[in-house]
């Protein structure tokens, strides 16, 4: 399976990868739906990700955030964030992600659309007043909810809740579709729309997970292994970055 692996990027000019949580897990960044996520164990529910459940109450995902955000600080990006980072030097990627961990511009990738949205920024929702990734990190220390310095409406990150729209996903589908291959890297492939874009994939398709998918069967090319462990064992044999 290797082998194919190296031989498709081998005749590959341009390529598109979509990654789900899983790439992020060996940064020390919990998934979601793995064996050891956030929601399988039961630490969070999904409500604290839904739009309408945060504008009735903030406080569980500020209790979130007080967590993560340290957590999101001190992440490196792995061995696989680094693969795709490098694929730049003689490939023209482009990157789908749906993490808001940044990951990906730390390793040095380009070329990067955030389905989700990304912890970089909030805004307050009533003046639209702009704060940094540090400024809320201080803030959520200081009070459960944390409130907008000028106008006190209520401070949202730019990151895509449950019951809103994703972000530049017509970018994302030209993207994928003008590509020689399509991989999908760390990710469930259950939450729509960013699990839709297999089906815009023209080139050849390669899935990289961890568990098995309900889509397992739209690729070209399936390997359940670690991601880290996959592409170490590629750059071994030769693989081409």
Same mark, same amino acid.
């Given at each position: 399976?290797?082998?194919?692996?190296?031989?498709?990027?081998?005749?590959?000019?341009?390529?598109?990868?979509?990654? %789900? #949580?899983?790439?992020?897990?060996?940064?020390?960044?919990?998934?979601?739906?793995?064996?050891?996520?956030?929601?399988?164990?039961?630490?969070?529910?999904?409500?604290?990700?839904?739009?309408?459940?945060?504008?009735?109450?903030?406080?569980?995902?500020?209790?979130?955030?007080?967590?993560?955000?340290?957590?999101?600080?001190?992440?490196?990006?792995?061995? #696989?964030?680094?693969?795709?980072?490098?694929?730049?030097?003689?490939?023209?990627?482009?990157?789908?992600?749906?993490?808001?961990?940044?990951?990906?511009?730390?390793?040095?990738?380009?070329?990067?659309?955030?389905?989700?949205?990304?912890?970089?920024?909030?805004?307050?929702?009533?003046?639209?007043?702009?704060?940094?990734?540090?400024?809320?990190?201080?803030?959520?220390?200081?009070? #459960?909810?944390?409130?907008?310095?000028?106008?006190?409406?209520?401070?949202?990150?730019?990151?895509?809740?449950?019951?809103?729209?994703?972000?530049?996903?017509?970018?994302?589908?030209?993207?994928?579709? +003008?590509?020689?291959?399509?991989? +999908?890297?760390?990710?469930?492939?259950?939450?729509?729309?960013?699990?839709?874009?297999?089906?815009?994939?023209? %080139?050849?398709?390669?899935?990289?997970?961890?568990?098995?998918?309900?889509?397992?069967?739209?690729?070209?090319?399936?390997?359940?292994?670690?991601?880290?462990? @996959? @592409?170490?064992?590629?750059?071994?044999?030769?693989?081409?970055?």
């Amino acid at each position: 399976m290797i082998e194919t692996v190296i031989q498709v990027l081998k005749n590959a000019k341009s390529i598109s990868v979509l990654t %789900g #949580a899983g790439i992020s897990v060996n940064a020390g960044i919990p998934d979601f739906r793995g064996e050891t996520g956030i929601y399988t164990r039961g630490l969070y529910s999904e409500n604290v990700f839904d739009i309408d459940y945060f504008f009735e109450n903030p406080k569980p995902f500020y209790d979130f955030v007080r967590v993560m955000y340290p957590v999101f600080e001190k992440a490196k990006p792995t061995l #696989a964030h680094k693969f795709l980072a490098d694929l730049d030097h003689n490939h023209s990627v482009c990157i789908v992600t749906q993490n808001i961990d940044l990951l990906h511009e730390k390793a040095g990738s380009k070329n990067v659309i955030h389905l989700h949205g990304s912890v970089e920024r909030s805004h307050c929702l009533k003046c639209g007043k702009e704060y940094s990734f540090e400024r809320l990190k201080e803030l959520v220390i200081k009070s #459960a909810v944390p409130y907008c310095e000028s106008c006190g409406g209520l401070i949202k990150p730019d990151i895509v809740f449950f019951s809103e729209p994703v972000i530049d996903f017509d970018k994302a589908i030209e993207c994928v579709s +003008a590509s020689d291959i399509f991989f +999908a890297l760390g990710t469930s492939l259950e939450v729509y729309p960013a699990n839709s874009l297999v089906q815009f994939a023209r %080139g050849n398709k390669i899935l990289i997970n961890k568990k098995e998918t309900e889509m397992d069967y739209l690729f070209d090319i399936v390997v359940h292994e670690d991601l880290d462990n @996959f @592409f170490k064992e590629l750059q071994s044999k030769g693989g081409i970055v």
